[in-house]
Structure formats: structure tokens, C-alpha cells
């Protein structure tokens, strides 16, 4: 079961609202997709991930390949009984993997060659091999609503040349995924991944072929990997109009405050980022404009281990109405694990209750508007 | 406000079920008491705790005085606005972080005097000084329900001779503690402390000069710092009978599952004790005789991972209805955050239906057979 319906078109940019109907129910588009590499959103239960407003997350094929292993939870019945949720998820294809563990060069943790990449555990240095059809079968196996083509997310800084043969083969890898995929006659919706680095000619390239495959979505990979925001907005102005307008598009990786309303206006449907989860355990904490177009502030500074107010005075979230930030400060500052999940907890209603405004504002009419509010006039 | 209602007696035995009646409600006795160090049962929120069975928690004195302070809670309006928990709550006064600190010998934190302790951090290793006096006072601040008389906590093993020149201070400290107390007026609860090692000439000694004080309630102490379950056992028949019959006793730090028996047998009304929730974070799952009366297991052992049942089958808790062994398993493996919570969750779940089954038992005059159910014959 896979459907995607535009509900709403804006008048005056690409932004669209809509649903996408999933084997694990309905997402309402644009949406945040929370991360949980290792069938956790950190420090919340799967109830906790509903009230926050989160409608779907990332499972990461490569660290549960690892650990406990796919052959496990498909014991378990797959990944919605193994973490009991009965929502939409979605699993990546271990490309952004193969991409993060080379970044460490000492250690020389991966080799890619043309039909397979070879990854070294970061936990025991295990030797293990990933192609793009053992990413199919492992994410079958996984179980989740929604899964990606493995790709080769092109480093960044990179030369044309480089980054031209990286694409080759994440489009050579897009077909095999495809085959290995058709093959499984799977209830799941695959998604190919549009990559290109930089490049204008590679990107649209990329758009072109990828839209010419039948994917029931397009991932857009490798604009979170050292691009400028200004360089994901080229990227997103190429791609976008090259991609079929009635397949939802993802973009990896990407979330920051103002990247949101960027992403949204140049027609993306739904977006990733640990963000929100992974300043909310380093005690950041997410705020509309604090001081001068800061979306975040510190909860362990001094000052607030006196402050009475809730986390976001404005926030409507259980956290802000139970707790002070005082008592936050001193969670955090005892290394209290409440702390952390309180934190976590906020910062993921706090991007959900934006995303489902910008919805609002979408159907509307008023994104600008909306935009205004949050960012300043440009 | 504060009031002691025994509601039965057992016919064989000095047990009894009551109930007391705090500034924040009331406590079904006997009753497990929770510790909050730090003001967090760790990894649970003030909902939780409740959801637990959980009728009132610990809070050390000695910590909060370091972070975040007693005038910053003050300023929060007490522990209890600062928590946001509206149960009750028990202080300890200090005198149990004086014995824990001074067992470290080489880093030389603790000097005892006659009239005053020199107490260093253990996290920054700043200077501070209590006294009895200072205790009550800082404890006043806090605002708990039931406060705590700062005594010397006897270390073990030790000869008679300095038992007794330690069982002088704690009660010379208990007048100290009661003058102050008196000046300030309080709706708190104040509980004077039984020491006296293993000897029992002490130990009935301080049992009727503790007695013959105006306390509301009385603590042992000194039980669980080094002497066997068989001395604790003794301690508490040369102790309890001593005791006034119409106020709560409470005996500090114990409460293993074999424990909790023989100290509600022996008359105990309530007991505090880290065991649930320290188990709890290191993966050992409270459950009934698992192999051979052993009341916990280690879920994460390999064999758990394939495990689809919850971590006690027995168990009602919200953990045990909704997670498998193999998805908490999965979590410790991976360090995980939420394993650490629904361990713990559990566990206290665990002690604190074990101790309602205890308060019926005891009832329903079948205390002692339900002992058999537990720990077999003797």
C-alpha cells in the first residue's frame, strides 16, 4: 500500500501539501521524518514519539545490520512489533553510512568497489559487504513502509570527474536496487536517490534518470555533506522541477529552522534530520527567535538554574507545561537522564507543531507570510 | 501535618499495615521509598513514579545542597513545585554521604569533629560544612515532607569502643537536630536515627533514648553498611520491641526482595533502598525466582535477543504489556537511553507490587505464606 495525494498547490512557489498513504497509515505533507538509527528516537517511548507529533522516523539499515541484525526482527515480526509502533517507517539504504565511515580515513573503514562496498564495524572492526540488492533484502527483511536505493553519496569538496563517476554508479546501483526490488514483489515503496554534488549538469542528469525509473518516491541525497544552504537552494531548483510531480520527494538529511522553510518552498514533501533529537541531549533547546533569530539556546548556562518559566513559554508540549527551565539546568547539570528526555521530547514537538503551521500556511496561502514571522524579510 | 494510623496487626509477628498522613498525601505502609539523590528517580518522570506504585522517594540532603542548592529549590517554592511531584517526599540529612565519602580514605573528603562535619565535593572538591543544626536548616529549605536527624553513621566492621563514642555523637546531634527543629516551627515531619552497630547493648540503648524524644517517626540506621542479613535481623528484634508502637518506622537503605520480608515480619512501616533502580540501569530485571530464587537476570545476555516475551511474563506493568525482551535487550546492547528507563520502570514496578501484596498479606493474616510463595520454606 502506497498512495501520495496533493491536497493543496501554493500559488506562488512550488509547495505542496498532501498525504502519503503508507502500509502503517497516513503522513500528512510537508513532514519531519525523526531519526532513529538504532530503532530508538533516543530517550523516547514509541507513545512519546506520537505525542510529540512525529508521524514517521529513519531506521538505519546499516547499524541494524549490525546490531541486533534484520534476521532478528524479522523474527520479531519486523520492525513495527520489534519497537512496537504502529505508525509509518522509514529505513535508509546504508549509503549515508558507507559515505560517514569513509569520512575517517585512518581508520579505513570502507572500500568501495564497482559491485559491492566493503564496511568495517565501528563497534568490532567486523568486515561486511553491502550491494544494492543486500540493502533491498536487508530492508526487507527490516520491514519498514519505506526504503531507499543504496547510493554513493559523493563527498564534498569534490571534482567534477569524481563526482561524475560517483554518480554513474548510484544510477547503476539505482537499476539493480530496482530489479532486486521487483523481484521481492515487496508491499514496500522504494524510493531512488537523486545525487550529483554540486554540479548543475549531473544534478539534472541525475533528476532525469531517477524520474524515469518507476520509484514510487525520489530521495535527494548528498546536499547535508559540507554544501553551503545557499548551495542546497541551487540544488533544489535544478532537481525539483526535472522530478515527477505526483511522486512524494524526500531530501536527506536536512532540517535546520530556516533550511525548513527553504526546503518546503522549493516543493519538498518530507525531510530528515537529528537536529532536533541530538541538540535536545546536548541541552540545546529550540526556541522561536530567542534573542535576534536564534532558534536554540543553552538550558545548562548558569542563568537558568533560577528561571521559573517552562523550556519555550509559547510551547504548548507536556514538558513545557510540567517542567521550569530551572529544574531542566539542574537535570542537565547532574547528568540526570530525565534531563536529556525532556529535552529530546520538546525539541521534537517544537519542529513537528512548525512543519504542521507551515501545513497550515500552505493551504492557506500565507507561507510567506509565515516565513516573514520566523525569518525576517530577506 | 503529619499522622501515623495503624489499620492491623499481624497475629505472629510484629508486622502491621497504616497509614501516614503527610503535607502531600498519604502512604500505605508498609511501603518501599524510592531515592531521588539528585531529584530525579533517574530516567522517570514525576507521572511515572506515580504510574509505579511509587508513593514516595528519597531525596538526599548532602547532594542538592551542592547542585543546585537548597535556596535555589526555595526560590522554586520547595522540592516539590521544583520536581513538580506532588507526593511525599523524605530528606535523609546528610549523615549517610558522611559515611559514604569517608570510606574513600586516599581522597581524604570527610573530617569528623564533635561539633561539626568538613565534608568536601566529590565534584569539585570545594569545601562545606554541616552540623545538626545546619541539617535541619537546609532540609527546611528543601521542604520534604518527612526530614531526617543528621546522625554518625557507624562504619562496619568497628570495635565496641568506637561504636559507642559514635552512638554518643548521633544522639547528642538528635537533641541539637530536635532544638532546631522546635525554633523553626515546621509542618515537617522530623524522624530521629537508631544507630549502634552490631552491639546490643548500643543498639537497645539508643532505642529508648531515640524513643523517649519527641520524634514523629523513627529511622535505623546503620544496617546496611557492611553487616549481614542475619545482624540486620538481630538489629531490628533487639530495636523494634523498644520502640513506641504508634510511630512509623523506618529502616535506612535496605530492601532486597529476601529483606523486605524479614524487615516487614520484624515490624518495619517503611524502607528506602537504590536496588530497583541502580538493577534497573545495569539490565538486572527484577522478577519472581527466576532459575531457582534468584529475583533478577541479566537482560543483556546474548540468548535474551531472540527472547519475544516481556521481561516478566507475571509483571502488569506498562513495560511488561507493550516491549519484548529481545527490543530491551537490543537497547542495552546499544546503549540505548530507553532501555535504561524501562528497566528501571519495571523494576520499581516489581518492589512496589511486591510490597501491596505484603500490606494485603499482612490483612489478610497470610503473611507468612506468602513468604513461603516467595522464598520457600526456611
Known sequence: ???????????????????????????????????????????????????????????????LHLRP????IKKFGGIHKFINWDGPIISDSGGFQIFSLSRDKEKNLVKIYEDHVELRSPWDGSKHFLTPQKSISIQKSLGADIIICLDDCT???????????????????????LEAYKKQKSTQALYGVVQGSVF????????????????????????????????????????????????????????EIDDIFTLVQKGVDTFDCVMPTRLGRMGHILI????????????????????????????????????????????????????YRLATYHNLYFVNSLVKKIREAIKGDRLEKLKEEWLGEE
Open 155 to 177: 563527498p564534498y569538496p569534490v571534482q567534477y570527474k569524481t563526482a561524475k563517476i560517483s554518480l554513474e554508479r548510484t544510477h547503476r546501483w539505482a537499476i539493480l536496487s
Open 288 to 339: 522561536k527567535e530567542y534573542k535576534s533569530k536564534k532558534f536554540s539556546y543553552d538550558i545548562t548556562k548558569i542563568p537558568y538554574a533560577t528561571d521559573k518559566r517552562p523550556l519555550d513559554p509559547l510551547c504548548k508540549c507536556w514538558v513545557c507545561k510540567k517542567f521550569s527551565r530551572g529544574y531542566i539546568n539542574h537535570l542537565f547539570r547532574t547528568k540526570e537522564l530525565l534531563g
Open 69 to 72: 541484525g534484520e534476521n532478528i
Open 1 to 63: 500500500m502506497f498512495r501520495f495525494t496533493i491536497t493543496h498547490k501554493a500559488k506562488n512557489c512550488p509547495a505542496r501539501t498532501g498525504v502519503i498513504e503508507t502500509n502503517h497509515g497516513f503522513i500528512e505533507t510537508p513532514a519531519f521524518v525523526a531519526v532513529a538509527s538504532s530503532a530508538s528516537v533516543k530517550t523516547l517511548s514509541p507513545q512519546e514519539i506520537t505525542k510529540s507529533g512525529t508521524q514517521i522516523f529513519f531506521i538505519n539499515t546499516f547499524h
Open 200 to 255: 548543475e549538469s549531473l544534478r539534472k542528469k541525475s533528476a532525469k534518470f531517477i524520474s524515469s525509473l518507476p520509484f514510487c518516491g525520489i530521495a535527494i541525497g548528498g546536499v547535508s555533506v559540507g554544501e553551503s544552504k545557499e548551495q542546497m537552494k541551487k540544488v533544489l531548483e535544478w532537481v525539483i522541477p526535472l522530478l515527477p510531480e505526483n511522486k512524494p520527494r524526500h531530501l536527506l538529511g536536512v532540517g
